[in-house]
C-alpha cells in the first residue's frame, strides 16, 4: 500500500522559512511526478507547486521566486523550500504522486494525482 508521509510544518513569522518534506513508499518513486497542494478552511485544495520525473518544476503564479520544489530519488522524498513567507501562506499542505508513471508537464487538477499525503499544517503570523 502506498504512503506519503508529510512532516515539516509548523508556526512561522512573516518572512521566515519552512522546508517540507514528503517521503514515499513507492518502489518506483523515479518515475512518479509529485506535487504539492495546499487547503485553508471553506476552501478548495489548491495547487502550489509540482516535480515531474524528469524532472520539470511548475510553480503557483502566488509562489513562484519564493518557493522551491526538488526530489531526492534516492530517499523517496520530495521537498518544498518555502521562503518569504507570508501569511496568505498557511494552510495545511499535502504532498501527492501522480496517477501515472512517466507523467509530464504542468498539472494542477486533484483529479491527476492517485496517492496523497495526510497533511502538515503551516502557519504564518502577522
Known amino acids: 500500500q502506498v504512503q506519503l508521509v508529510e512532516s515539516g510544518g509548523g508556526l512561522v513569522e512573516t518572512g521566515e522559512s519552512l522546508k517540507l518534506s514528503c517521503t514515499a513508499s513507492?518502489?518506483?518513486?523515479?518515475?512518479?511526478?509529485l506535487g504539492w497542494f495546499r487547503q485553508v478552511p471553506g476552501r478548495e485544495r489548491e495547487f502550489v507547486a509540482r516535480i515531474t520525473w524528469m524532472p520539470e518544476r511548475y510553480y503557483a503564479d502566488s509562489v513562484k521566486g519564493r518557493f522551491t520544489i526538488s526530489r531526492d530519488n534516492a530517499k523517496n522524498t520530495v521537498y518544498l523550500q518555502m521562503n518569504s513567507l507570508k501569511p496568505v501562506d498557511s494552510g495545511v499542505y499535502y504532498c501527492?504522486?501522480?496517477?501515472?508513471?512517466?507523467?509530464?508537464?504542468?498539472?494542477?487538477?486533484?483529479?491527476?494525482?492517485?496517492?496523497w499525503g495526510q497533511g502538515t499544517q503551516v502557519t504564518v503570523s502577522s
Open positions: 501527492a504522486a501522480d496517477r501515472t508513471q512517466f507523467y509530464s508537464g504542468r498539472s494542477e487538477s486533484l483529479r491527476d494525482y492517485e496517492y
Open positions: 513507492i518502489p518506483t518513486f523515479s518515475r512518479f511526478g
